[in-house]
């Protein structure tokens, strides 16, 4: 900043800025400090707002990184699980399409109920963290659990009517088929969309929501 004097007998002596020779930038010592302290202050309130907000900005990212790379690592964990689960599930609708009435003896009821009760299960807050980044994942792993949770209650259900006597009927087995074909075909469509390796696209949709399974999501 260059300054110059203005003397003036009759009134205080002035300080111009770089020189100019005008009314406007020509002030008192006093009136310079006055100036420089307002300055100062604004400057100082500037800094007092900016650097929390840009703390807590970054806190957020901190935040976001953390939680993406937990949702991813609970993605790669379900991937795993999918082909075993897939296999298993597939072996079952092949024994049912090819041997019809006959798969669905009190033997065979057991087993495919044995087997869907081994199947591992994600637990809900997982399902919620994969929501928070794609929504529209997250929506198919519920409809996913859902249908094989419905397979698993309708085997108890044949289950319990072989331990009271009773056969199963054509349109539970027809019901059966339905439902782990559905199911089958929902955790094919999950296992392509998580790309191990590549980065997760996001969903489309901007206002999609989650809705918490009602127990323990199943895969």
């Known amino acids: 900043m260059i300054l110059t004097f203005n003397v ?4 205080s002596t002035e300080f111009c800025l ?4 005008w009314w406007a930038v020509c002030m008192t010592k006093g009136e310079w400090s006055g100036w420089m302290q307002a300055v100062g202050s604004l400057v100082a309130l500037g800094i007092a707002i900016a650097v929390p907000y840009v703390l807590y900005q970054q806190g957020i990212r901190d935040r976001l990184s953390d939680e993406r790379a937990a949702a991813e690592l609970v993605l790669r964990n379900i991937k795993q699980m999918l082909r075993p689960t ?3 599930l597939t072996s079952i609708e092949n024994r049912m399409s090819k041997h019809g009435e006959e798969a669905f003896t009190l033997h065979f009821v057991n087993v495919y109920l044995s087997i869907v009760n081994g199947l591992p299960y994600t637990n809900e807050s997982r399902i ?3 929501g928070k ?3 529209q994942l997250a929506l198919m792993l519920v409809e996913a659990s859902a249908l094989q949770q419905q397979f698993q209650v309708l085997m ?5 009517q072989y331990d009271f006597g009773s056969k199963t009927e054509e349109n539970q087995r027809r019901l059966a088929g339905n439902i782990l074909s559905n199911c089958l075909k929902a955790l094919k469509a999950v296992d392509d969309s998580i790309n191990i390796g590549a980065p997760i696209p996001e969903s489309s949709s901007k206002t999609a929501t989650v809705v918490e399974p009602s127990r323990e999501a199943a895969i």
């Open 18 to 21: 770089f020189g100019w020779d």
């Open 86 to 88: 897939i296999g298993l």
């Open 128 to 130: 919620l963290m994969i």
């Open 8 to 11: 003036n007998t009759q009134a």
């Open 133 to 135: 980044l794609w929504p």
């Open 156 to 160: 108890q259900t044949m289950k319990t």
